[in-house]
């Protein structure tokens, strides 16, 4: 029970820490920030911070590694087993974008960090491009002239997708969830350019 | 004439820090290196370096520069107003190709560099999707519908083009540029998911 009140307590300390890591970053580079103006913000003392993390560097590759790790674990697959145009595939691209959207702020100030000394754009790329290289090789229909360039192939289709999500990001105010969802599945089914140049 | 000798000079001075600029950053990060470490590696004074550039931030600004700038007047558009199974068009984007690989090095430290406080790969993007995107409003034959989505069209073709380049420069002494250029074609004219699923 006290140790239930303790992690509980941990928890809360460790959100308050990750949350105000966050905003300092809206006003500050990575570089230049450190822990006594996250303790300062958050109202802790430097020592509570160090209770938790070792180093502004142990706090941003824990938040980062998490993010990667969250995105690939629930990165698409679906459209490579399924119809595209099917009802179930839909919701499923839907639900992934609308997960991602309750990131939005984090991921715009991790993306758009320069000095972070971690590419997170990247690494979500990279991290989600694995899973989808490693489905594209199990996958039955695929012809083994195509599974040659798996990993190509899964870079693309990660990227597409997350530049997509960063578009919809700085226009989320003008297009909705459902609207981009549309949007992707048409490129999805016919291709970028064959879609921009015949109005389908 | 004595002053076409001091210009010469200059440039070669120049193409000289910018060479050992590059040969510095393949084993130490730019956050690292100093201005005394790039004139001992190119053997010249200090002072030498400091008649060119004011500091290694004005270096890395001009090196940057230049590629985003260069990159972004040679971006392909054809493809918006030629049929892309033309052989003129075949020509224009693996001249593209080669014109890139020849830079395949500086770019790859580049793209690479964590801490160098500008992202070249995506400023790149955001240079070539900026006249893409301008190409894509001024075309005679895309929609209204389409034209309102022209950043993110711009951006979506930029971008596969330079994954597809640095994937292809990690697979340059197996993939030739003729053989890149196919693939690409291929995923131009009947999309990525389509060309996957079935072997055309």
Redesign the interface.
Known sequence: MGETIMDHRAERMKSLIIQTFFECLKTEDF?QLTVGQIAEHARINRSTFYRYFSDKYTLRDEIVDDIVQDFAEHMEVD??HMN?EDEVHTRSLQDGLIRLSSQKCRLEILWNQ??????V??EMMNAGARKVEAE?LNHP???A??KQ?A???A???V??FL??VR?WFSHSDTVSASQITT?MKR???????????E?R
């Open positions: 570089s459209f490579l595209i320069n000095l972070l000394g971690r590419n754009f990247d594209i229909t695929i012809s002239e195509r360039l990993d190509w192939y870079k693309l289709l990227n597409n530049v997509t578009w949007m490129h999805m089914l016919y291709g970028t350019i064959p879609t921009l140049k109005s």
